[in-house]
Every structure is written in structure tokens, then in C-alpha cells.
């Protein structure tokens, strides 16, 4: 982490290597007006918040809201003075600061990262197998403190996207609020000392994702709804999206779904390219083609759907749709 005053130009950031080898990154442009937000733990479990503005938002009063799970925590006005936010005033896990203005728009935030002050007991867990067979009986002593409750998920770990090392509680207090890759979750739960806590703040300042979108929140940005309620079956969603250097435009495409029956459906995308199937019943696996057609000829596009498919989604190309004849 590093600070540096903007310039006119874009910057450079180099860096070099134990073995003198170099990366250079530009950094991103500099903006003519705004909001920088700065949060700094103290030793004692208070978060330091201090707010730089340009001229043009010199006399806008403006405010900082601490949210966590969509929840209003904390609110505070913004003075001459840096304001301070007590740890305790916060929930266990990320919590996202904001500064607003009177209208409530959201014009700096930033993750913050609280210890979870009530730790879980300790669980103990043993194998009695000694080797593992397919489809075979696993027994596995667990020993914790009493009155304690615990749950047992048995995965899969070819579709564990965070690995071995999460569980509930890292999902629960860490993992849930972030999107992206995280190499170990549980890592930064392991202890509230000064390594833990500057690595978890990195954490935070590294996700750009928001679970919880202030503009959607107080009405100001459109929530769209990507999956409807599946009361009648299987609903197929997804958009088009134009390929590198074709023109072909996404809206008001006629889309077929062909099943492997050759039964088809059909439907029209929207202005965005977006389209919806709702899936006819089967029985076992099934194939499905997708063929788009506009102003009587097949155009191309690359292809986004709202739900996981196994085996994913391919292109076909015209001879491999074609009937065989002799």
C-alpha cells in the first residue's frame, strides 16, 4: 500500500524484484473532483476516518454511514476534525463505510475488517478409516466442548472455489461480503494481533465488489433481478454480447433453444440483448442448441447465461448442425 499525490499526467508504478527484474503498472487517470476516504485502525479498536475533498465539494455537508449486512450502524457528520468509530459500535466480520452527502448518494467506501469479539469452541475431528474406498462407509469421531452445535457439510472439492480452508464461520463473517479468489479465509481469523489486522485491511481495500449497493439500497440505481422464481420448471436466462470487431446489434434478436428432439422454443432479446426460455420437462440429460437469427441471416455473438451448466456451453459450428446425407 502506497499513497501519492495525482498529477496532470497518469503515473507509473514500477517495481523491481530481489532479482532486479521490473513490472510496470499504469495507474489509473487522475479525477478532476472528489472524495478521498481514509481509514486508519488505533490500537485500542478505533477506526480513524478522515475525509480530503476538492473545492467543488468544499461546502456540500457530507456524513459517514458504517453498514454492515445492509444495516445502518453508525452515522456521523463531518466536521473540521477526523471522526472516530469504536469497534464496538460495529458487527463482527466486513463492515463498509460510505461518505454522503444530503441526498444520500455514496461518494467514497470502503470494507473495514472487526475480529469477531465471541469465538467459536474448539471442534476436534478424527477419522476411524484407514483407507478410503469408492462409495464406502466413512466414521469420524468429533469431540467438542458440551452444549455446543455444529453442523457437517460433506463437499465436493472439484467445485470449491475457495479450497479446503473456508467454512461456515470464515463464509459467514469474511468470505460472503467479498468476491474474488481469497488463498486462505481462515488465515485472517486466526488471531486479532497487528499482522492479522493490516492483513485483513489490505483484504478489504483490494475487493472492489459491493454485496450490498447503497445507490440500489436508497432507490437511486434500478434493482434488477437476473433470476426469476422457478414455480413452473427449469428457466434458461442469459444475454448476447457482441463479438470483438462484429457489429451485429443485440436487440430484438429472434432466439431459438432447439432440444436434441429438434422440439424448439423461441424468443425475442431485449434492448440489452437479454433473453429468457422457460424449459420444457425431460427425463435425464438432455442437449440444447442455441440459433440466433436477425433480418433473415444468423449472426454471431458470445453467449452469457445466469446459471452453472455441466458440460459448459460450446460453439457448434455449421457442419456440425448439418443432417448427414449421402
Known sequence: ????????????????????????????????????????????????????????????????????????????????????????????GVNQIAVIDTLGNALAERMVFVYPRKNTAPIDIKMENEYLEPYGKIVLNIETEPMSAFSLAVRDYDTQVQGWQGDAWSWLLLTSDLKGYIENPRYYLEANDEEHQRAADLLMMVQGWRRYDMPQMDGARPFEIKNSPEHKGMTIQGQLHKKKRIPNEVNDVLLYMIYLNFKKDSCITDSMGRFSFDVMDFNGPTQLMFRPEKNGELPLYDYSFNRYFSPPTRFLYKIRITPYSR
Not at 31 to 48: K, Q
Open 1 to 92: 500500500m502506497f499513497t501519492c499525490t495525482p498529477e496532470r499526467n497518469r503515473l507509473t508504478l514500477h517495481l523491481l524484484n530481489k532479482k532486479g527484474g521490473e513490472r510496470t503498472f499504469r495507474l489509473p487517470k487522475a479525477e478532476t473532483s472528489g472524495i478521498v476516504l481514509r481509514v486508519d485502525r488505533a490500537d485500542e479498536g478505533v477506526f480513524n476516518i478522515s475525509v480530503g475533498r476538492s473545492n467543488s465539494y468544499a461546502a456540500i455537508p457530507l456524513g459517514i454511514v458504517a453498514m454492515h449486512n445492509g444495516r445502518i450502524m453508525r452515522f456521523e457528520a463531518i466536521g473540521d476534525k477526523p471522526v472516530s468509530i469504536d469497534s464496538q459500535l460495529l458487527a463482527d
